[in-house]
C-alpha cells in the first residue's frame, strides 16, 4: 500500500500541472453541474415503515384532503382581551391569507366560533390555514409571512407555527473557521505558503464534493441538513488530511532531504494513513445506512463522499502544490539552516510532557479516566427526540405561536394525537361516546373529541396536558397504544395513535433502538481494520475503547448544555430541550472517524519507529515528539471549524456541532495526548504483539512505510560538501 501511494505522490508531484488543471476542471464541471441541475432540498424528516406514518397516511385519506395545514396565532396585549377592533382586524388577516397563492382556506375564528379557534380567557385566537397540496411550498410560505408581519402591531400580536411559514432556518458562513484554521497553520507552521497549502487543497476539494452533492439533487431528493454536515466535515478533514502530508513533508525537508525525494516517501507514509483514515471515517458514516431510515442514510453518504472527494485532493492535489512550492515550504532561516549544515528540531513542549507521562503512566491514566467520568456523567440522564415549534429560539415566529397556543389552550395544544379506531362494523353512537369517553379518561389527556366517523372508523382528537417533547407526553403515547385501552371500550375497536407528534416519538425511539448494531458494527470493523494497519491486538482494542471515552463525553457535555440548559445562554440554547434523536448517531459516525484519524496519525509514527528498530519506550516517545504537534493543530482547526457551527448554525446544526466541538476536545487532549502514550507505556513491547496465527492471515498494509526506501543524503546538504557534519540539536 505505502508503495503505491509513494508512486501517486511522485506522479503528482512530476506532472503537477496536470493534476492541478485536472482538479480545476472538476470543480468547474461540478459548478456549472449545480447551477444547471440543483433542485430545492426537502426539509421534512420521515421514516418508511412507522405504524404512525401509515397510519397518518390512512387519516387524511379517509377523513381529510391530505393537504398541509398550520395556524396563524394572535393575541391582544397581556392583561386585555380581543376587541372588536382586533376581530376587524383579524377578518382582513384572513381575506388577506385566503388570497395568498397556495392558500385554499382560512378560517376566522369570530365568524365560525364553533371551530373552537378563540381561548376561554378571550385573549387568544388562532386562523386555521388550509392548503391546496401536501406540502408548503416557499412561495406560500413567503406570501403567509408577509400578511403576518403586515398584521403585527403593539394592538395585535400576529405569529405563526410552521405549519404555515415552515422551520426556522439560518445560513452559516465557514468563514470564521476557515480563519482559525488559517491562523492555527501560520502558527504550525511558520510560513504563508505551508499554512497555504492545506487551505487551498481543502478548499478546492470542498467546493468539488459539496456542489457535486447539489447537482445530485436532480435525480435524489436531499434533506436539507445533508448538505450541511458534508460542509463542516469536509472542510475539516480535508485540512487535517492535507495538514498530515504537508507537515510530514516539512519535517523531512528539515531534515536535510531535498523535496524531490522527500514528496513521494511523504505521501507513501503520512498519505497511507490519511487512507486508512478516511476509509475508516467513510465507513462509519456509510453505516448510517444501517438504521434503514432515508433522511441519516442521505446525511451519511452525503458526508462519506464529501470526505472521499477531500482525501482524493489531499493525496493528489497536495502534493502537487508542494512540488510547486519546493523548498519555499521552508522559512529563510530554515533554508539558511539546512545549507549550512545544520538540522534542528524543537520539541520542548511534546519532549517534556510524554516523559512526564511514561515516567508516572498510571497517574496520568487515572487522571484523564476521572476527568472524563466526572464529563460524561449527564449522559446517564440522555432523552432524545425532534425538534417542534416549542424548541425553536424564542425570537422566531414559530416559537412565539407555540407559547401563545400553550398559554391559551394548554401546552399540549401544538402537539395534538389522533386515535383512529377501527371497529368490526360500523359502530353505534353508543360505541363512539364510549370511545370518546374512555379515551378523554386516559391520564395525560386533556381533551378529547370525535374527528371524523367514516364506515367502520372513527377518529378521535386528542390534546395532550404536556408539551410534544415532553415525557409525559411520550408515556401517554404508550398508555393510548396499551391494549388494555381498547378492552375497555365498547366494541373493542383496533385503536391506532398517530398525528405528527406521534411520528416524532416513534422515530426517536426508532433511532435510539438503532444505535447499539450501529455503534457495534462500526467499532467492530474499525477494530479489524486497525489490526491490519497497527499488526496489534492490543492498540486497536485501546482505539476503540479511548473512541468510547470520548464520546460518553462529548454527549455528557452536551446534556448538560442543550438538555439541562447549563451554561446555556453563553452556547445560545434557547430553550433547553430534548437533543435531536439523530444526534448520537451522526455524532458516532462522525467523531468515531475523527478519533481514528488522530489514533492514526499519532499512533502510526509510533509503530515506524519501532518496526525501525527502537525500543517501544523510545518508540512511543519519539513517535509521540512527532505527531502531538499535528494532533493538536489538526484539533484545534476541528474545533474552529465546528465551533462556527455552534455559533452560526440553525437549531438542528448547533448541538451536533457542539458534541463534535467537545468531542474532539476531549479526544485530542485528554485521550490522544495523555491516555494514550500512558497506555501505551504500560502496554509496552506488548503493544505490537500479534499471534503467529493471524500474522499470516492479516494482510501487511505497510502503512508505517517500513518498504520504503529512504535517502541518506540531501540535495541541500551536498550543495554545503565542506560544510561539517550535520549537527542534531534536540532541544
Known amino acids: 500500500m505505502a508503495r503505491w501511494w509513494q508512486a501517486v505522490g511522485a506522479f503528482s508531484a512530476r506532472r503537477r500541472w496536470w493534476v492541478i488543471a485536472a482538479w480545476i476542471v472538476l470543480l468547474f464541471t461540478a459548478v456549472g453541474s449545480m447551477v444547471a441541475f440543483a433542485k430545492p432540498l426537502d426539509s421534512d424528516i420521515t421514516v418508511k415503515g412507522l405504524q404512525s406514518i401509515t397510519t397518518l397516511h390512512t387519516v387524511d385519506r379517509m377523513f381529510g384532503t391530505g393537504n398541509a395545514s398550520g395556524q396563524v396565532v394572535f393575541a391582544a396585549p397581556k392583561g386585555k382581551t380581543l376587541t372588536a377592533a382586533d376581530a376587524a382586524s383579524v377578518s382582513r388577516l384572513t381575506t388577506q391569507l385566503s388570497a395568498v397563492t397556495g392558500v385554499s382556506s382560512a378560517i376566522d375564528p369570530f365568524a365560525a366560533p364553533r371551530a373552537g379557534g378563540l381561548s376561554a380567557d378571550g385573549r387568544i385566537g388562532y386562523i386555521t390555514v388550509q392548503l391546496d397540496s401536501p406540502k408548503l411550498s416557499s412561495e406560500t410560505a413567503t406570501g403567509i409571512l408577509a400578511a403576518v408581519d403586515h398584521a403585527d402591531s403593539p394592538q395585535l400580536e400576529v405569529t405563526a407555527t410552521s405549519g404555515a411559514v415552515g422551520a426556522s432556518t439560518t445560513t452559516s458562513s465557514q468563514l470564521p473557521g476557515i480563519i482559525v484554521a488559517l491562523v492555527v497553520l501560520l502558527i504550525t507552521f511558520g510560513t504563508i505558503v505551508a499554512a497555504g497549502m492545506p487551505l487551498v487543497s481543502a478548499l478546492v476539494g470542498l467546493g468539488t464534493g459539496i456542489t457535486a452533492i447539489y447537482a445530485a439533487t436532480s435525480f435524489v431528493s436531499l434533506t436539507s441538513v445533508a448538505p450541511t454536515l458534508a460542509i463542516l466535515l469536509g472542510l475539516a478533514v480535508g485540512i487535517d488530511y492535507s495538514l498530515f502530508i504537508v507537515s510530514r513533508h516539512r519535517r523531512q525537508l528539515l531534515e536535510g532531504m531535498s523535496p524531490q525525494e522527500s514528496l513521494p516517501l511523504a505521501v507513501g507514509t503520512a498519505g497511507t494513513?490519511?487512507?486508512?483514515?478516511?476509509?475508516?471515517?467513510?465507513?462509519?458514516?456509510?453505516?448510517?445506512?444501517?438504521?434503514?431510515?432515508?433522511?441519516?442514510?442521505?446525511?451519511?453518504?452525503?458526508?462519506?463522499?464529501?470526505?472521499?472527494?477531500?482525501?482524493?485532493?489531499?493525496?493528489?492535489?497536495?502534493?502537487?502544490?508542494?512540488?510547486?512550492?519546493?523548498?519555499?515550504?521552508?522559512?529563510?532561516?530554515?533554508?539558511?539552516?539546512?545549507?549550512?549544515?545544520?538540522?534542528?528540531?524543537?520539541?520542548?513542549?511534546?519532549?517534556?510532557?510524554?516523559?512526564?507521562?511514561?515516567?508516572?503512566?498510571?497517574?496520568?491514566?487515572?487522571?484523564?479516566?476521572?476527568?472524563?467520568?466526572?464529563?460524561?456523567?449527564?449522559?446517564?440522564?440522555?432523552?432524545?427526540?425532534?425538534?417542534?415549534?416549542?424548541?425553536?429560539?424564542?425570537?422566531?415566529?414559530?416559537?412565539?405561536?407555540?407559547?401563545?397556543?400553550?398559554?391559551?389552550?394548554?401546552?399540549?395544544?401544538?402537539?395534538?394525537?389522533?386515535?383512529?379506531?377501527?371497529?368490526?362494523?360500523?359502530?353505534?353512537?353508543?360505541?363512539?361516546?364510549?370511545?370518546?369517553?374512555?379515551?378523554?379518561?386516559?391520564?395525560?389527556?386533556?381533551?378529547?373529541?370525535?374527528?371524523?366517523?367514516?364506515?367502520?372508523?372513527?377518529?378521535?382528537?386528542?390534546?395532550?396536558?404536556?408539551?410534544?417533547?415532553?415525557?409525559?407526553?411520550?408515556?401517554?403515547?404508550?398508555?393510548?397504544?396499551?391494549?388494555?385501552?381498547?378492552?375497555?371500550?365498547?366494541?373493542?375497536?383496533?385503536?391506532?395513535?398517530?398525528?405528527?407528534?406521534?411520528?416524532d416519538i416513534d422515530i426517536s425511539a426508532r433511532l435510539a433502538s438503532a444505535l447499539p448494531l450501529y455503534l457495534g458494527l462500526v467499532a467492530l470493523f474499525a477494530f479489524l481494520l486497525m489490526v491490519a494497519v497497527f499488526r496489534s491486538i492490543l492498540v486497536p482494542l485501546k482505539a476503540a475503547i479511548s473512541f468510547l471515552l470520548s464520546l460518553a463525553a462529548a454527549l455528557g457535555v452536551t446534556v448538560a448544555v442543550f438538555q439541562w440548559g447549563w451554561l446555556g445562554g453563553l452556547f445560545g440554547v434557547d430553550p433547553p430541550a430534548p437533543l435531536l434523536a439523530f444526534l448520537p448517531t451522526i455524532v458516532i459516525g462522525v467523531l468515531f472517524g475523527l478519533s481514528m484519524d488522530y489514533e492514526m496519525f499519532l499512533v502510526t509514527g509510533m509503530r515506524e519507529h519501532y518496526v525501525h528498530h527502537e525500543s517501544a519506550r523510545g518508540a512511543v516517545s519519539t513517535g509521540f515528539q512527532q505527531g502531538a504537534k499535528v494532533v493538536v493543530a489538526a484539533a484545534l482547526i476541528m474545533i474552529g471549524v465546528f465551533g462556527n457551527g455552534v455559533v452560526e448554525g440553525d437549531a438542528t446544526i448547533r448541538p451536533i456541532a457542539f458534541a463534535l466541538a467537545v468531542g474532539i476536545l476531549v479526544d485530542a487532549f485528554v485521550v490522544r495526548m495523555t491516555i494514550v502514550p500512558a497506555v501505551m507505556a504500560l502496554f509496552g513491547r506488548a503493544a505490537w504483539w500479534l499471534p503467529q496465527w493471524l500474522q499470516r492471515i492479516v494482510p501487511s498494509v505497510d502503512v508505517e512505510g517500513a518498504s520504503l526506501s529512504r535517502p541518506t543524503t540531501s540535495a541541500l546538504a551536498a550543495e554545503a560538501a565542506d560544510a561539517p557534519e550535520p549537527v542534531v540539536d534536540r532541544v
Open 273 to 503: 494513513a490519511v487512507f486508512f483514515a478516511a476509509a475508516t471515517v467513510i465507513i462509519a458514516l456509510a453505516g448510517l445506512a444501517v438504521e434503514g431510515l432515508g433522511f441519516l442514510t442521505q446525511m451519511g453518504l452525503a458526508a462519506a463522499f464529501a470526505v472521499f472527494v477531500a482525501m482524493l485532493a489531499a493525496l493528489t492535489l497536495t502534493p502537487a502544490l508542494l512540488s510547486l512550492a519546493g523548498s519555499r515550504l521552508l522559512s529563510r532561516r530554515a533554508r539558511r539552516r539546512l545549507a549550512s549544515g545544520k538540522v534542528k528540531r524543537k520539541r520542548r513542549i511534546a519532549a517534556g510532557w510524554v516523559a512526564a507521562i511514561q515516567k508516572r503512566p498510571v497517574l496520568f491514566l487515572i487522571g484523564g479516566l476521572v476527568l472524563i467520568g466526572i464529563l460524561a456523567a449527564p449522559v446517564a440522564q440522555l432523552r432524545l427526540g425532534l425538534g417542534n415549534d416549542g424548541t425553536m429560539p424564542s425570537s422566531t415566529t414559530q416559537r412565539q405561536a407555540s407559547d401563545l397556543l400553550a398559554e391559551g389552550f394548554g401546552a399540549g395544544a401544538d402537539g395534538p394525537l389522533e386515535v383512529l379506531a377501527t371497529y368490526a362494523s360500523t359502530p353505534t353512537p353508543a360505541e363512539a361516546e364510549s370511545l370518546v369517553r374512555t379515551v378523554g379518561a386516559t391520564p395525560g389527556v386533556a381533551h378529547a373529541l370525535a374527528a371524523g366517523a367514516k364506515g367502520d372508523a372513527v377518529l378521535v382528537a386528542v390534546i395532550p396536558k404536556s408539551e410534544p417533547s415532553d415525557d409525559a407526553t411520550v408515556a401517554l403515547v404508550g398508555a393510548l397504544r396499551d391494549p388494555s385501552l381498547r378492552h375497555a371500550v365498547q366494541g373493542t375497536p383496533q385503536l391506532e395513535v398517530t398525528g405528527q407528534t406521534a411520528v
